[in-house]
């Protein structure tokens, strides 16, 4: 069975393909592949229509994508990972199984899971893993709330980097995780939804991967 994981943009890529190699000893392209979109979006009215062309977000086309996963031939489990960002966490993966329910056609493996508040939420919770990837990283920026807490992550995190918010764009982004990600504690994750994450990768790989 092959993974295919599902993130709202490239930003996204090296934390999970981090994750995928390092923790489990995936291989990309050989056990899964990661499909990056521009933005979260938003889930369509009607599940069973055709999307917006012009709407490229994980939202907006995880309707489709999932029933297209599904007439494929062969197996695949398909991984959905998507920012909290202000929603309600229930109420958003409420959501998210009401669309995998509701489509005629899906894969048999679907594992929908939630970061709270974005994927930097994973980095600003290990601060060891910042300071380790950015040595003059202003520590102080980052450790004041619980971990997953709905602070802003990716504004603090780039204060904590010395970089105006306002300045900064995909690619920063990009450049954190890349540089972050290779130093992220996977075995005692500082985050809640990192965690949940990995645990549900976890019984992916133990009960249908292999």
């Not at 069973?48 to 995880?62: M, T, V």
């Not at 509701?102 to 601060?127: G, Q, Y």
């Not at 709905?150 to 764009?169: M, Q, S, V």
């Not at 995909?170 to 985050?191: C, H, M, Q, V």
Request: proline share 7%; charged share 25%; net charge neutral.
């Amino acid at each position: 069975m092959f993974m295919e994981v599902l993130v709202e943009g490239g930003a996204d890529v090296p934390a999970v393909r981090e994750i995928l190699e390092r923790r489990f000893n995936l291989r990309e392209n050989i056990n899964f592949r990661i499909h990056p979109h521009r933005g979260k979006g938003k889930l369509p009215e009607n599940v069973l229509s055709k999307p917006n062309p012009r709407n490229r977000g994980l939202l907006d086309q995880l309707p489709a994508k999932l029933r297209g996963f599904g007439k494929l031939p062969g197996s695949c489990c398909v991984v959905v990972l998507v920012d909290a960002d202000d929603d309600n966490c229930i109420d958003l993966k409420s959501n998210l199984i009401d669309v995998y329910r509701n489509i005629e056609s899906k894969p048999s493996c679907v594992l929908f899971r939630i970061a709270v508040e974005e994927t930097e939420s994973w980095f600003i919770a290990d601060s060891f893993a910042v300071k380790s990837a950015y040595p003059k990283a202003d520590l102080n920026k980052i450790m004041r709330a619980p971990p997953d807490s709905i602070i802003g992550a990716w504004e603090n995190l780039a204060k904590a980097l010395g970089r105006k918010p306002e300045d900064c764009i995909g690619a920063d982004k990009f450049e954190w995780a890349t540089r972050i990600s290779p130093y992220l504690d996977l075995n005692n994750p500082k985050s809640p939804s990192l965690n949940a994450f990995l645990l549900g990768i976890n019984d992916i790989v133990l009960n249908i991967l292999r």
